[in-house]
């Protein structure tokens, strides 16, 4: 049966999209993000992970800090067999839940995992007048060729919101050398139509709540670079912003060659270049996400000009919010999701 009118046509389900089940007393998205982010277990009985950090000078003289998982549990001698990379989202780090998600998967499979932080996000400023934004593929791009470099093997790369825009966006641009750096992509609760999610989190709720909550360590951060580098911007105007459009309009477009908000969203968004990919790429979206509107993700495997497709899979289950999809009793943890995505980029099933 055809969708009904109006109705956006979902991709058929498949693989853990559709056996995942949100648990039945953590009803919506709201409650099925914010007790992922805040309530959830990272680690479902196994140690924290433990960092070992590498600060890189960036070649336009800045720097960056990259944790690396310290020790990670290989039983057996010689290099791992996959080395995974995390991009994280809008002001996330190593700290954050689903870091610790997916360092406890790589753990247990013996992989070597690394969490290269965006410019600022490390805990402490970065240099430039600058700090990073959702189509930064240039800086995904220089960090992955340095690990690639490194491990001498290509990587496996996931990108959590943000990131995962971002990393999109670099195997767009990267096309078919890509796959020299990377053997697959995955991006998780990416708004990879920034446009439809910076409308979407500026209304209601998720005004009050996530956009209170994001603002509330960027706008800090934007301060002090302006501190570093006075009249880099309209201090009264970002001490104003209510919303992320009107920050991005104030510091991050115009910080990184946007002209405004709209040409910021509407170049850096991923969504329009899917057909450009030509390595391995998972979308996995919950439909009921707060503020990535199931109207705004791709309802089917992009087509290139020659009419085949592009190696995209795109998981899109009906519940489990924004980077959330916990699972398991009570208290419910959050492993389920990273170990269902590392499965994939380890033999990446695509249309």
Partial sequence: MPPAPGRPRRPERTGWAAAYRAPAWLPGGNAQTIWAAKVARRFDGVAPPRWKRERWNTPD?????????????????????????????????????????????????????????????????????????????????????????????????????????????????????????????????????????????????????????????????ALAKLAQHPKLFDEARLRAARSLAEFDNVFTAPLHGFRDTADYWARASAKPHLAALRVPALLLNARNDPFVPAASLPREVPRRADGTRAPVALWQPDHGGHVGFPSGPFPTHLRAMPAAVCRWLAAPQVA
């Avoid at 340095?146 to 825009?165: K, M, W």
């Fill in 61 to 221: 003289g800045d720097f960056v800090d990259v944790d690396h998982l310290d020790d990670a549990g290989r039983r057996k001698p010689g290099p791992p067999p996959h080395h995974l990379v995390l991009f994280h989202g809008l002001e996330g780090s190593s700290a954050s839940a689903y870091a610790h998600g997916f360092a406890a998967v790589a753990r247990e499979r013996g992989w070597a995992f690394s969490v290269p932080h965006f410019r600022g996000c490390s805990g402490e400023p970065n240099l430039l007048p600058r700090a990073y934004h959702s189509g930064d593929f240039e800086e995904v791009g220089w960090m992955l060729a340095r690990l690639r470099a490194q491990h001498g093997a290509p990587l496996l790369a996931v990108g959590i919101s943000l990131g995962g825009n971002a990393l999109l966006r670099w195997a767009q641009e990267a096309g078919a050398s890509a796959a020299a750096v990377a053997g697959a992509v995955a991006a998780v609760s990416s708004p990879v139509d920034l446009t439809a999610a910076g409308e979407a989190i500026g209304r209601g709720f998720n005004r009050l709540v996530y956009s209170r909550m994001f603002l509330a360590t960027m706008k800090p951060k």
